[in-house]
Every structure is written in structure tokens, then in C-alpha cells.
């Protein structure tokens, strides 16, 4: 359908425009290649569409600007970190008087007990634990449920990502369970600590649990890692029944899918996890990521956590729940991510996606997009019910292309995704100005 040889020559046109239009990033990009590995602070910065990464100056609600001086509409958001628009005036207050105050000092502080409050109202879980990030937080909660279990594995959906963490990175091939393609030096084979199910598929759950040998379920309430896949009706309810059968405990991992309300689908949808991750924007940008617990889950885990050993116990982090933390959290949770500002950014989220689906409509493509509260996304395939076919479907040239033509036209989609992620801070005209980049980067594919 799309013609690759055009695509190729568009696509070498925007890198062109790219590079002219960007000549402080470009300068940038070559001092950081002396010193910085791959060029860049973390590797994933590599990943922009653009032969070198574009250089932020500032940002803030819902825009940046880059070291040249241009300013984009913002629909990556830090890919979540930054859900609640960029530089909230309440977390710059909070830090710094912190930073006035003493950012850390391995004592509580006494934002500390407003935040639990805050979390177990709004995700109705009873007690909470900090981690700086939602991997950490992932990790830690796998490794009670072995402690608390006695049962060696865990698992997950296939195609899933809950962060850097060794047992997650794992998907099927046919019937065996291996490493994630592109998944670094393994510390253990995935076979021996992992079971991988499809998304959406009951019976292969079932199948997977009932060996028995399985601590945790830890998976997202719908999958936001592999293009976007909705549960099927009535599924999340027969995976409670089906954890609590088998004796695993149920971890839902809200750090994207809080995107859709302030209890994320948690609340949303009236899930009933054991545990629950969060992490990325509930910091305001300051890394923050917390895990709570049923009251039941929270009374086994006590004695161990008051224990003797428990600063070797594999939990920890020794700047986690500092004051910094905490006062970013407070400050965040108190001005943001509340019902009032998800009520100004899903309706952008619903024109976003009303405003792609209508181009896709019009030229007739086997393209989808789907939304979840302030999330949307779009793939390059029929909607699909697992990560399998997703990644099937994934299109390395056309995306880069895609977000490509968009960044040169001001606005900015998140990597590895065709994402956009609504802040109340976002605009009615900023999505119509989407639809608009959208629509003339598919009229250019299809040479109309
Ligand atoms: N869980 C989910 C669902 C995520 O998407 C991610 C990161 N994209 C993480 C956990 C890990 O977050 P972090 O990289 O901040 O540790």
C-alpha cells in the first residue's frame, strides 16, 4: 500500500530539513559524541526520529523549546513523566523550599503521610512504599511475591514492558519463552524465571497459573507499550477470578495507563489488584515512582519490613522517599492528575483521536487509532487483541517518517510509540494542528 521507494525519498527530504533547520542541536549532538556514550546521557535518547537528537532549551505546560529556538507543541510529555505539563508552579515552589530545607536525609518527612492518604484515596489500595521508578518499584514488588508465595516465577503478557526489569523483558516464541529481541546480556534465562501469556487470551492464563509455580501476575490493565490494546470485555475481571484461584498475586502496573483518571484504570474500571506500581508523572518530573498493597498483602509483608536485615533485603534505594520526593509528590498530586485536570485533557485526547481516525477514514487505510482518558495512539494495523500482532505490524521507516514530518512542522509524538499524551495545558488548536501535519504526511505517502 505505501511506496517504499517514495517513502525513502520523503524521507531523506525531512532529514534534510531537519538538519538546516537545526544547526545549534547538530553542533550540540557532535560535542556530546566526545565524552557521552552513543552521544547522549541515556541510550533511549538515540531513538528520535532525526540523524542526531534535538537539544531542549525549556519547557513548559505543553510546549518546548530547542537550543535553535524553535517552539513544538509537546504530545510527548516525557513519555508520561511529564503528564501533568512541564514545570508545574506548585513542584517549582515545593523544591525549592526543599532545596532551602535539605533534599534528603534518610528520615521521614512530613509530607510524607499527606501522600500515602492521597494514593490509597485515590487508588484505593490501603499501604504504600516509594522506589525512584516504576522499574525499581516493579522490581520490588516481584520480589515479595516470591517472599511471599514461596513460588519462583512470575508472569507477564506477552509483549509487555514494565520497565528494566530482567523477568519482564521476555516474550513467546511459539511455546517457549525468550528473551525480548534487543534485550541486552540476559542475567538469568527468561525460561527459568518467566511465564508469557498473551494479552487477552484466558485460557492461556489459565494454563500458564495452573502449574502452580507462578508468584505474581504483573501486567498493565491495557497494554500501552506495544501500540495501545484495549481488554477485551469482561477480560480483567476473569483474570481477578482466575489469579485468585491459582494463589498468584495480582500486580497491576499503572505508570501509563494512570492516563486513565487520577485512580488510574485501577479506579476507573474497579480493578482489585493485590498491588499496584506507579510511577513517572506523580513526582511532577522529580523521579518518584510508589507501590501499595492490600491491607492483607501489607500485613505479611510487615514483619520482614521492620526486620533486622531489611537494608540487604533487596528493597531499597537510599535516596527513595526523601524529602524531595515527597514535597514533589505532595505538590503534584494536590495541583495535577485530579479529576478536574483530567476533565480538561480527555476531551483533546477524544479530538486527537476523532481527527486521525477521520484521515485514516478518508484515504482508506488499514490504520488504527484507539484512546485511553488522555492517551491515544495510533498503529499501522487493524486494531489488535495481543502484543504479538502488534508487533507484527511494527513499521520502523514509516514511523520514523511519520514523526518525522511532524517534528519539522512543530509538533512532537513520543518514540518507540505513535503516541500523543493530553495535558490540561494543551489547546483545542494544538490538536487540530496534529490532525492537520497528520493529514498532509499521509497525502504525501499517497502521492494525492
Ligand atoms: N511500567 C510501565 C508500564 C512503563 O511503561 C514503564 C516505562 N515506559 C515502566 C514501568 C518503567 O518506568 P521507568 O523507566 O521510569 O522506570
Not at 364 to 385: I, K, M, N, S, T
Amino acid at each position: 500500500m505505501i511506496d517504499r521507494t517514495r517513502l525513502d525519498s520523503l524521507r531523506t527530504a525531512e532529514e534534510e530539513r531537519f538538519r538546516e533547520s537545526h544547526p545549534r542541536s547538530a553542533e550540540l549532538a557532535r560535542e556530546a559524541d566526545h565524552s557521552l556514550l552513543a552521544g547522549v546521557p541515556m541510550p533511549w535518547m538515540t531513538r528520535w526520529a532525526g540523524s542526531f537528537p534535538l537539544f531542549v532549551d525549556s519547557a513548559g505546560g505543553a510546549r518546548f523549546t530547542d537550543v535553535d529556538g524553535l517552539e513544538y507543541v509537546d504530545l510527548c510529555l516525557g513519555d508520561t513523566g511529564a503528564m501533568t505539563g512541564h514545570a508545574l508552579p506548585s513542584v517549582a515552589s515545593a523544591v525549592q523550599d526543599r532545596a532551602a530545607h535539605g533534599f534528603t536525609t534518610m528520615m521521614p518527612s512530613s509530607d510524607a503521610a499527606w501522600v500515602g492518604e492521597e494514593l490509597r484515596r485515590r487508588f484505593g489500595l490501603d499501604r504504600w512504599q516509594f522506589a525512584m521508578t516504576a522499574t525499581d518499584a516493579n522490581r520490588f514488588v516481584l520480589r515479595f511475591a516470591r517472599h511471599l508465595t514461596g513460588r519462583p516465577k512470575v508472569a507477564v503478557m506477552d509483549w509487555c514492558y514494565h520497565g528494566t526489569v530482567d523477568e519482564t523483558l521476555a516474550v513467546l516464541d511459539g511455546d517457549r519463552v525468550v528473551p525480548r529481541p534487543g534485550a541486552l546480556g540476559p542475567q538469568v534465562d527468561v525460561a527459568l524465571t518467566t511465564r508469557v501469556v498473551p494479552f487477552n487470551d484466558l485460557d492461556a492464563l489459565d494454563a500458564a497459573l495452573a502449574h502452580g509455580d507462578v508468584a505474581a501476575l504483573l501486567m498493565e490493565p491495557a497494554l500501552t507499550n506495544i501500540g495501545m490494546i484495549l481488554p477485551d470485555e469482561g477480560y480483567l475481571a476473569r483474570v481477578r477470578e482466575l489469579t485468585r484461584e491459582h494463589g498468584v498475586l495480582w500486580v497491576v502496573d499503572e505508570t501509563h495507563t494512570l492516563c486513565a483518571g487520577p485512580g488510574g484504570a485501577t479506579a476507573a474500571w474497579g480493578l482489585e489488584p493485590d498491588l499496584l506500581v506507579v510511577g513517572k508523572p506523580i513526582g511532577g518530573g522529580i523521579p518518584v515512582a510508589a507501590y501499595g498493597m492490600t491491607a492483607e498483602v501489607a500485613d505479611r509483608l510487615e514483619g520482614p519490613m521492620r526486620g533486622h536485615e531489611i537494608d540487604v533485603a533487596g528493597v531499597g534505594g537510599t535516596l527513595t522517599g526523601s524529602a524531595l520526593a515527597m514535597a514533589a509528590t505532595r505538590a503534584t498530586l494536590s495541583t495535577a492528575l485530579r479529576e478536574e485536570d483530567f476533565a480538561a485533557a480527555v476531551p483533546l485526547a477524544t479530538r486527537w483521536t476523532a481527527g486521525v481516525a477521520g484521515v485514516i477514514a478518508e484515504h482508506d487505510l488499514p490504520w488504527h487509532v484507539q484512546q485511553l482518558g488522555c492517551r491515544a495512539e495510533y498503529w499501522f494495523c487493524p486494531p489488535p487483541r495481543n502484543g504479538a500482532d502488534a508487533a507484527a505490524a511494527i513499521d520502523d521507516d514509516l514511523e520514523g517518517f511519520m514523526h518525522l514530518w511532524a517534528l519539522n512542522r512543530g509538533v512532537l509524538l513520543t518514540p518507540f510509540h505513535n503516541m500523543a499524551l493530553f495535558s490540561p495545558h494543551h489547546t483545542e488548536s494544538d490538536v487540530d494542528r496534529h490532525t492537520e501535519v497528520f493529514g498532509e504526511a499521509v497525502e504525501e505517502l499517497l502521492g494525492r
